[in-house]
């Protein structure tokens, strides 16, 4: 496997002459290789891994080598106190010397520590591949990327693997060692098979609005623990959530969450689901880049009313909603649900995508447009 340029390596490259920069994502999403081609921008450059017992050593003594022009260290939120560890680090690090801080779980919970981290960090979230970073990268057309990426999930390794099978070897290996290592850091060990059939239930119910009652009762738990659970899942980024639009919009709307994974590998479900997940991924990495890189508070949700109307994804840009969007795999008639939405929110831009499409269409006030190509153009 040939490893890839990724999306961020520019952005992060020009932020770490300025701030420490904080780098999280999924694991295996490409964090470690991003971090060692920085390396190669900033020689020299030394690289520290929390979990290997000799790089620690050297991390709770500080003697790692002050002529370094970037200091990468990976995991180190698994350290106690590490946030106030890190700020001493930042204020007496060496002139000149770069920091970059990675891990597989999400650190932006910086107020909860007593000693703020505030104005000395800019943060990043590293996404799966998408439509848009492999025509960038890989070349080829965007609905050939984007049948790739529905078989393989956006995963730098299964999705640059020659064979599919190595792509299926991967996830295997991937799902048991989530479940086993990282989630027992976050949850008590007896805990680790309710999770896991938490996690393989949820493998089925992408793309529906989240009962976690429901779940809870199946399971023989209080739907309190698997609140937690679902906090875990997100907190490793291995699911995501993707919420109801609730401003200016009747008390009709449901409040309930749907969920979605990072790695569209996992899904278990028809191509029409797949889709879902894909696309709900590709708009959490638009978002995510739009908010780390550009400052907008961009913002991903769902519509959905009591009785039944719903459509799938809705973009938010400082509280307005900016776009409405429903997935197809073949129906170019007009979603009834997403027409009687544009009406009610005339400034955003009301889009059905349809992945396999002969000829894009306007039919006032919906466009229907190519799912591949469209994705292709998003931000990230």
């Known amino acids: 496997m040939v490893d890839m340029k990724r999306y961020l390596d520019d952005l992060v490259a020009t932020d770490l002459e300025r701030k420490m920069v904080l780098l999280t994502g999924p694991r295996q999403v490409g964090k470690t290789t991003l971090c060692r081609q920085l390396m190669q921008r900033f020689p020299p450059a030394q690289y520290l891994n929390w979990d290997v017992a000799a790089d620690r050593a050297i991390l709770q003594r500080q003697s790692w080598s002050p002529r370094g022009r970037l200091l ?31 891990g597989s779980a999400r650190m932006e919970t910086w107020r909860q520590s007593g000693d703020s981290l505030a104005g000395r960090y800019l943060s990043f979230r590293l996404h799966p591949i998408s439509v848009r970073e492999w025509c960038e990268q890989q070349g080829g057309t965007p609905s050939a990327a984007l049948e790739r990426l529905m078989q393989r999930g956006g995963f730098p390794e299964p999705c640059l693997a020659e064979n599919p099978v190595d792509a299926d070897r991967w996830r295997q290996q991937y799902f048991t060692d989530l479940i086993r290592e990282d989630v027992v850091e976050f949850s008590r060990l007896h805990e680790i098979n309710t999770m896991r059939l938490f996690v393989e239930l949820l493998r089925e119910r992408v793309g529906s609005p989240l009962s976690l009652a429901s779940i809870a009762r199946d399971l023989a738990v209080s739907p309190t623990t698997l609140k937690r659970y679902l906090d ?33 590998g996992l899904v278990r479900g028809d191509d029409g689901i ?16 739009l908010h780390d890189a550009q400052g907008k508070a961009t913002g991903l949700h769902y519509i959905r009313t009591k009785d039944g109307a719903e459509v799938d994804f809705a973009l938010s840009e400082e509280e307005r909603l900016t776009h409405l969007i429903e997935c197809k ?17 005339p400034q955003a831009e009301a889009i059905q995508l349809v992945r396999d499409l002969r000829q894009e269409e306007y039919r006032a006030p919906v466009r229907i447009a190519d799912a591949a190509g469209w994705l292709g153009e998003l931000a990230a």
């Open 72 to 102: 990468a260290m990976d995991e180190i939120h698994k350290m106690p106190d590490w946030k106030n560890w890190l700020k001493g680090v930042v204020d007496s690090r060496e002139p000149g010397q770069a920091l970059l801080v990675t």
């Open 274 to 289: 797949r889709l879902e997940n894909a696309v709900a991924a590709m708009l959490l990495k638009h978002v995510h880049f």
């Open 329 to 345: 795999l073949a129906d170019t008639k007009v979603h009834r649900a997403l027409a009687g939405f544009a009406d009610k929110f």
């Open 232 to 264: 875990i899942l997100q907190a490793l980024y291995i699911v995501f959530t993707v919420h109801p639009w609730h401003r200016n919009i009747a008390r009709a709307i449901l409040q309930t969450p749907k969920v979605y994974f990072f790695d569209i």
